[in-house]
């Protein structure tokens, strides 16, 4: 059975930084991991992926520049660096895994619990 753990989440001003963690239990190799974030009223939406390998990553434009998804394999363990936060990011955080790298909900099988971002202005 898999689970996902995220953690690291929590309040900053606008221009902070945060960095989340979503630790893979149960995870068999070869599944990519991703960040997607739900606001208030809005639906979910994609962050940041990063292949099993770790070599390659993708990014939505909103985030580039700003945010940096790398991984642990040892550590079975996803991070994501976020620097420059805006009020604009603020929402949920939600670590995914699935097969390949995606940037479609509907392609990550499994996911975590949440946690909560709120950048302050």
């Known amino acids: 059975q898999v689970h996902l753990v995220e953690s690291g989440g929590g309040l900053v001003q606008a221009g902070g930084s945060l960095r989340l963690s979503c630790t893979a239990s149960?995870?068999?190799?070869?599944?990519?991991m991703g960040w997607f974030r739900q606001a208030p009223g809005k639906e979910r939406e994609f962050v940041a992926a990063?292949?099993?390998?770790?070599?390659?990553?993708i990014y939505t434009d909103s985030v580039k520049g700003r945010f940096t998804i790398a991984k642990d394999n040892a550590k079975n363990t996803v991070y994501l660096q976020m620097n420059s936060l805006k009020p604009e990011d603020t929402a949920v955080y939600y670590c995914?895994?699935?097969?390949?790298?995606?940037?479609?909900?509907?392609?990550?099988?499994?996911w975590g619990q949440g946690t909560q971002v709120t950048a302050s202005s």
């Open positions: 995914a895994a699935g097969g390949l790298v995606a940037r479609t909900a509907e392609m990550y099988r499994y």
């Open positions: 149960g995870l068999t190799g070869g599944s990519a």
């Open positions: 990063i292949t099993w390998s770790g070599l390659r990553t």
